[in-house]
């Protein structure tokens, strides 16, 4: 069994209670309409590069509200692309919070520029706008480059974006979206992955929209940006066999496609119950207050709720009890970025991003996906209403 299997596995826990997550439950509900797609696909012989490619990016376009969306391998690469295409200087500065997956790290090194970690707004979990300034102002004092910010709405909740996007014009830098845990997100009625020059979002399988595998997308209203990328996820290729970049083998599959364009037809749905989901724990949850603490949104904001997130003070005592009850919980992130073993060599240290850190001791994520049943979360709260009971 490999290992990728069995961390999907545990993020599943398919087998024991309470799952944390169902995909099942999902297929049930038009998995004939994915069979027939997907059979469609395989009896055309075009299984790269079609029309089901073509399809699901005019209408994801459509509705972040952007010019281009430009399919890809992953949400991971789709960052990564975009920093390349920028062509940013090399060895410059990316500043980003610390409070998220390493993905939105890891493309920064690859991409040949230097990561610098933020503070966070610990309400919010999103990256914090003063934070933000004095980072700014600490490393040009030092005399180095900064080219671009990446903002991260956490949780499918809506980062500072028009504040910060403003920022970043004032300063001349680059705003990227990793909006993998955030698609159909708003914020002031505008989506989220409209704010910056681009953004990345993936298609893993326990995302909002998801694939039956990797994938991504892309999206840009700057048309070079988008050419430019284009070229760049078919190995640098500008005509047949001929290459002005170094690209990558960066494409979205046809079947992934044909699978996420049935989804896709549910996705509005999906998003509904996952707001009613999350209201009702936020209700439920209210009365056990101070002890647990909801995440803040910003005024004007529609959450795409990816997980549902609590601030807790007996974190880990109250994880290790709603586990011997069957109710697996998840911990988004015990770690924070500035604080691993890979960026040692970036001189950070605990303590100097306290509120990145005080988040990781206190985040849990509670079971939700859009078919979890409202008896199933009321078991979630009565459980832990026994916990703080006892």
């Known amino acids: 069994m490999s290992q990728a299997y069995l961390y999907l596995g545990w993020w599943l826990n398919l087998d024991n209670g309470l799952p944390f997550l169902d995909l099942r439950r999902a297929y049930s509900h038009y998995g004939d309409k994915i069979e027939e797609a997907v059979l469609k696909v395989l009896k055309s012989g075009v299984y790269l590069n079609g029309p089901e490619t073509e399809s699901l990016e005019r209408e994801l376009a459509e509705f972040v509200g952007v010019n281009h969306a430009i399919g890809v391998a992953s949400g991971t690469e789709g960052?990564?692309?975009?920093?390349?295409?920028?062509?940013?200087?090399?060895?410059?500065?990316?500043?980003?919070?610390?409070?998220?997956?390493?993905?939105?790290c890891e493309v920064i090194v690859r991409a040949g520029l230097s990561p610098y970690f933020v503070d966070i707004d610990p309400k919010t979990g999103n990256i914090s706008l003063d934070a933000l300034r004095d980072t700014l102002v600490k490393l040009r004092n030092k005399g180095k480059k900064i080219s671009a910010v990446i903002v991260v709405s956490i949780f499918g909740n809506p980062a500072d974006l028009i504040n910060i996007a403003e920022f970043c014009k004032d300063e001349r830098l680059y705003m990227i979206e990793d909006i993998c845990q955030a698609f159909g997100a708003e914020l002031d009625g505008k989506k989220v992955g409209s704010f910056g020059i681009a953004s990345a979002t993936s298609f893993y399988p326990t995302k909002n929209?998801?694939?039956?595998?990797?994938?991504?997308?892309?999206?840009?209203?700057?048309?070079?940006?988008?050419?430019k990328i284009r070229y760049l996820k078919e190995h640098g290729q500008t005509a047949p066999y001929y290459y002005e970049y170094h690209g990558v083998n960066g494409r979205i599959d046809e079947i992934q496609c044909a699978i996420l364009r049935v989804k896709f037809k549910h996705f509005q749905k999906e998003l509904l119950s996952r707001e009613r989901l999350a209201n009702f724990y936020s209700e439920r949850l209210k009365e056990f207050y101070p002890e647990v603490k909801l995440l803040k949104t910003y005024i004007g904001s529609k959450p795409a709720y990816s997980l549902f997130s609590v601030r807790v003070k007996k974190r880990d005592l109250l994880k290790s009890y709603l586990e011997r009850q069957n109710i697996p919980c998840r911990i988004y992130y015990p770690i924070p970025l500035h604080l691993q073993p890979i960026y040692r060599g970036l001189e950070f240290k605990e303590g100097d991003l306290p509120y990145t850190e005080l988040l990781c001791k206190e985040i849990l994520s509670l079971p939700f996906f859009p078919y979890l049943g409202e008896d199933e979360a009321e078991f979630v709260v009565e459980k832990i209403r026994a916990f703080y009971g006892s």
């Open 79 to 104: 960052l990564h692309l975009i920093l390349q295409a920028l062509d940013l200087p090399k060895n410059s500065y990316v500043l980003l919070p610390a409070f998220t997956f390493v993905a939105t």
């Open 209 to 227: 929209l998801s694939a039956f595998g990797d994938g991504g997308m892309i999206f840009t209203n700057d048309f070079f940006l988008a050419k």
